[in-house]
């Protein structure tokens, strides 16, 4: 019996020290996570604080005087995007607030993306406010940017342009467009209105009125259903490529269905460029609306040939009007 009690107390003695090493085992275990967590977020506010300050600039332009407004600071953004994608709609809407001048598709122009030093000195011309036209605010912007196609350049040298973009401080802006298919009859319709002139002799890619959106939808442009899967491959891989080459910028991705249905996307923008949020507003009118069905001409075709694929869905609605 003796030895039986004895047995049982060395027993409770080696469990309540078994459980004793565990629980301080444990207690180490959650204190090394917490610390490492920590470790982690300390620098990632650093980096974080670091990019803000680094965000802000205070351009000398030679072509005018900023005056009073000298020592307000400018962010530097630039929309990265695809033609046909609701970039000229997005552009007007951040151009109606009061302290934005985003200026338009400059790299459209051969001539000024000829190599990197051409880019590099139109960017710098466009970030010291001495790019005139009709978008900029000049003396009292608070962001200034441009509009830049991927098929402007901006693949042919990624590495020095995500190198100058770093430097400066350029947030960036994906804006893409989910409905690929969308797309290629937005850019079908388009090129064949800047020969046809349908706007009384007049090629508009983009319309202010009901009646000028109504007159461009009626033409049906024929989709090229043979070619048709590659090319929205080969739209979603240069999307993909965009994304990978410019990963290490302070950015942020938009879809334009997402614009469509929820403007608090425009709020999201405002907040990332460091803007006083405002109430963005366009006259651009929407030309291509209701299903894709009213707007293909050989559009039995084109759905036999995405039904079974991983576009499919690109056949049904993706967003109200």
């Known amino acids: 019996m003796l030895l039986r009690m004895s047995l049982l107390m060395f027993s409770m003695v080696c469990g309540v020290f078994v459980f004793y090493v565990c629980l301080k085992q444990t207690s180490i275990h959650a204190r090394t996570i917490l610390l490492e967590l920590q470790q982690i977020e300390k620098p990632s506010r650093n980096i974080f604080n670091l990019l803000e300050i680094s965000n802000l600039h205070y ?25 046909r994608s609701g970039s000229g709609w997005f552009e007007t809407l951040l151009n109606s607030h009061m302290n934005v001048s985003s200026n338009g598709e400059i ?11 051409t880019i590099v000195k139109t960017l710098d011309k466009i970030y010291n406010l001495d790019w005139l036209n009709s978008a900029s605010k000049n003396e009292c912007s608070a962001a200034i940017g441009l509009k830049w196609m991927l098929n402007q350049g901006l693949l042919e040298h990624p590495k020095e342009i995500v190198d100058y973009f770093n430097c400066r401080g350029v947030s960036v802006i994906f804006l893409f467009r989910r409905n690929l298919l969308r797309r290629v009859v937005s850019t079908l319709a388009n090129s064949y209105d800047r020969y046809a002139k349908l706007l009384n002799g007049t090629h508009k890619s983009h319309v202010h009125s009901k009646e000028e959106a109504d007159t461009l939808s009626k ?6 259903s043979t ?6 491959n080969d739209m979603e891989r240069k999307a993909a490529t965009a994304l990978e080459y410019f990963n290490t910028t302070r950015h942020m991705i938009l879809y334009y269905e997402d614009l469509i249905r929820n403007r608090t996307k425009l709020k999201e923008v405002q907040e990332f460029l460091g803007l006083p949020v405002m109430k963005l507003t366009s006259r651009q009118v929407k030309i291509h ?5 009213e707007h293909i001409k050989n559009w039995d075709e084109v759905a036999n040939k995405l039904k079974g694929t991983s576009y499919e869905s690109f056949l049904q609605a993706d967003y109200s009007s």
Request: aromatic share 8%; with cysteine; hydrophobic share 35%.
């Open 289 to 293: 609306k209701g299903p894709l069905s």
């Open 219 to 224: 033409y049906k442009p024929t989709v090229n």
């Open 107 to 117: 790299f459209s122009v051969p001539d000024r993306r000829v190599n990197v030093s």
């Open 59 to 83: 351009p000398n332009p030679v072509s005018f005087n900023r005056s009073e407004c000298a020592r307000n600071p400018i962010r530097l953004f630039a929309i990265l995007t695809n033609q």
């Open 227 to 232: 070619s048709l899967l590659a090319d929205l």
